[in-house]
C-alpha cells in the first residue's frame, strides 16, 4: 500500500458556491467578478446555461507562478429580469443545482423556457421545484413522473409567499430566494432542519433563528442586488475523499489549504472526530462571509465505526455519506445509517449504489427504504473487482479511495464522471504518492 504525504492547494473550487456566484452575478446589477470559479462539468454547466439565456459571461485561465491554472468569471448583468428568452432547451447535463436554481429565476421571466439535462438528471425528482414556483403564480408542468423536462411559463408578477421546505433541501432553499428576490413583496423561507447557507450568506438575506434547527429566512422582493466580487474557496465535499484517503493509508500525513469550513458543511469532519480520527483545522479565518481554513489529516488505525441517523446531521453530510460509509467500512468494517431516503434521488440511487458496489467487495449489507447497514466482511476479496460508477462522481471517487486502500483491484466503470465536480482528483491523489 502507498502512503500519502504532502500539500494540496488545489482542491476544486467550491460547487455550490460556484453555482451561486454565478447566479447572483446574472442577478446582480454590475459587473460581478469571481477568481477561483470551478472548471468541474456542473459548474461549466451553470455558466452555459447563463450564456444561453443572454447574459455575458467571461471566463479566463490564469496560469499563477507554482504553474497552477485557476479560472476567473466576470459577469456583467443590468440586475433583476436581465435574461432573454432562450432560443432552445436550457442544457443543465448532470447538475441538479443548476436545474433548480435556475428553475427560481426563470419562474419570474415573463416567457417560456424548458429545462433539461442528461439521462441521470431527467430522473431526479422535480415536483419540490414546481410546487413552490405554481403558488408563487408560475406555470410549471414536468413529465407524469414529476421529472424533468421543467417546462417553466414565467411570470414577472410572482407572488410573495410564506413557504416551509418540505425536505431539507438547499437548492429548493435557494430556488424559491431566487424567486422570491422578483416577487412583489416580502417572502419568509421556514426551513426545519438547517442546510447549506451558502445562498443566504451570499445574498445577505436576514435569518431569524426560531430553535436549535428551525430557521426562517427573509428574502425582500424587487431589491435590487449590488454586485460584488466573490472569491470561491476549496470545496469540503471534495476534500472528504483525500481526507478518507489519508485517514486508512499507514503513514500518511496530508494538509488541504484553503478549505471552505462553513458549518453547515463541515459536519462529517465532526463525525470523523468523534470516531476518533486523527484531523486538525488550522489557519481558520474569515473571507467573504465563509469561514475558511486548513485540514491536516493523519492514518487514523483505530477508528470506530460510523452510525449516522440524526436527520440534522444527515442534511449536513448528504454529499460525504458515501465516501463515509467506504471509510467506515474499510477501517473497521462496519456502517450505519438510516433517515437518509433522499440519498435515492441524487445523480444515482446512491444507497443501492453503495450497496452493490460493497456486496462485490465481500462486504454484508443490509438495504432499508432510507439507509443501510455494513455489518462486516465475509470474505477478503482479491483479483479484479468491476465496480459500477452508475455515472455518479461520488460514488466513483468513494470507490477510487477504496481502490487505494483494500487488497482487490478495483475497475470502475465510467470514471470519467469524477469531472463533474472534481476533474484533477486522480492528479492530486498521484502528487500526494510516495
Ligand atoms: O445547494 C446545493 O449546492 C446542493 C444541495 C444538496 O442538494 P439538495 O438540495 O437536493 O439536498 C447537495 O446534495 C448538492 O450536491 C448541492
Ligand atoms: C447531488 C449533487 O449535486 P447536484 O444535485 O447539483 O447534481 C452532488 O454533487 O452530490
Not at 74 to 79: A, E, K
Not at 373 to 385: C, F, K, L, M, W
Request: charged share 20%; aromatic share 6%; hydrophobic share 40%.
Amino acid at each position: 500500500m502507498k502512503i500519502y504525504k504532502g500539500e494540496v492547494s488545489t482542491l476544486p473550487p467550491d460547487k455550490s458556491i460556484s453555482h451561486r456566484a454565478a447566479l447572483i452575478g446574472a442577478i446582480a446589477k454590475g459587473t460581478t467578478e469571481i477568481s477561483n470559479f470551478s472548471a468541474g462539468f456542473d459548474n461549466q454547466s451553470t455558466l452555459g446555461v447563463l450564456q444561453a439565456c443572454g447574459i455575458t459571461v467571461r471566463q479566463e485561465k490564469i496560469t499563477k507562478d507554482n504553474g497552477t491554472v485557476v479560472r476567473n468569471v466576470v459577469i456583467h448583468s443590468n440586475g433583476l429580469w436581465s435574461f432573454t428568452r432562450p432560443q432552445s432547451e436550457l442544457m443543465c447535463g448532470n447538475s441538479g443545482s443548476t436545474m433548480r436554481m435556475f428553475a427560481g429565476i426563470l419562474a419570474a421571466q415573463p416567457f417560456e423556457s424548458v429545462l433539461v439535462g442528461d439521462s441521470s438528471l431527467m430522473k431526479r425528482p422535480m415536483h419540490r421545484v414546481a410546487e413552490p414556483l405554481r403558488l408563487m403564480g408560475a406555470e410549471v408542468t414536468l413529465s407524469p413522473k414529476n421529472t424533468a423536462p421543467v417546462v417553466i411559463k414565467g411570470s414577472a408578477e410572482l407572488r410573495p409567499l410564506r413557504y416551509e421546505l418540505q425536505v431539507p433541501s438547499a437548492q429548493v432553499k435557494s430556488l424559491v430566494a431566487f424567486a422570491a428576490l422578483h416577487a412583489d413583496g416580502e417572502s419568509c423561507i421556514v426551513e426545519n432542519l438547517c442546510s447549506r447557507n451558502h445562498t443566504e450568506v451570499m445574498l445577505g438575506l436576514q435569518v431569524k433563528k426560531l430553535s436549535e434547527d428551525k430557521k426562517e429566512i427573509i428574502v425582500p422582493g424587487r431589491t435590487s442586488v449590488a454586485a460584488k466580487p466573490f472569491h470561491i474557496p476549496g470545496d469540503p465535499s471534495a476534500a472528504c475523499f483525500i481526507i478518507a484517503l489519508g485517514l486508512l493509508s499507514p503513514g500518511s500525513e496530508i494538509l488541504l489549504r484553503d478549505v471552505c469550513l462553513n458549518p453547515t458543511r463541515t459536519g462529517y469532519l465532526t463525525v470523523l472526530d468523534e470516531a476518533g480520527a486523527e484531523i486538525q483545522l488550522e489557519n481558520i479565518r474569515l473571507a467573504g462571509g465563509e469561514k475558511i481554513g486548513d485540514i491536516l489529516v493523519r492514518y487514523s488505525p483505530s477508528m470506530n465505526p460510523l452510525r449516522i441517523s440524526d436527520p440534522a446531521l444527515v442534511a449536513n453530510v448528504i454529499d460525504e455519506i458515501p465516501m463515509l460509509a467506504v471509510l467506515s467500512a474499510c477501517a473497521t468494517g462496519e456502517f450505519e445509517l438510516h433517515n437518509a431516503a433522499e440519498l435515492r434521488g441524487k445523480e444515482s440511487d446512491r444507497i443501492s449504489a453503495v450497496v452493490n458496489n460493497m456486496e462485490r467487495l465481500g462486504f454484508v449489507c443490509d438495504e432499508y427504504a432510507d439507509g443501510f447497514a455494513i455489518t462486516g466482511q465475509s470474505n477478503t476479496v482479491n483479483g479484479v473487482v468491476p465496480i459500477e460508477s452508475y455515472d455518479d462522481h461520488r460514488i466513483a471517487m468513494s470507490f477510487a479511495i477504496a481502490d487505494k486502500v483494500l487488497p482487490a483491484e478495483l475497475e470502475i466503470s465510467d470514471s470519467e464522471v469524477i469531472g463533474v465536480s472534481f476533474p484533477k482528483f486522480f492528479e492530486i491523489i498521484e502528487s500526494l504518492e510516495h
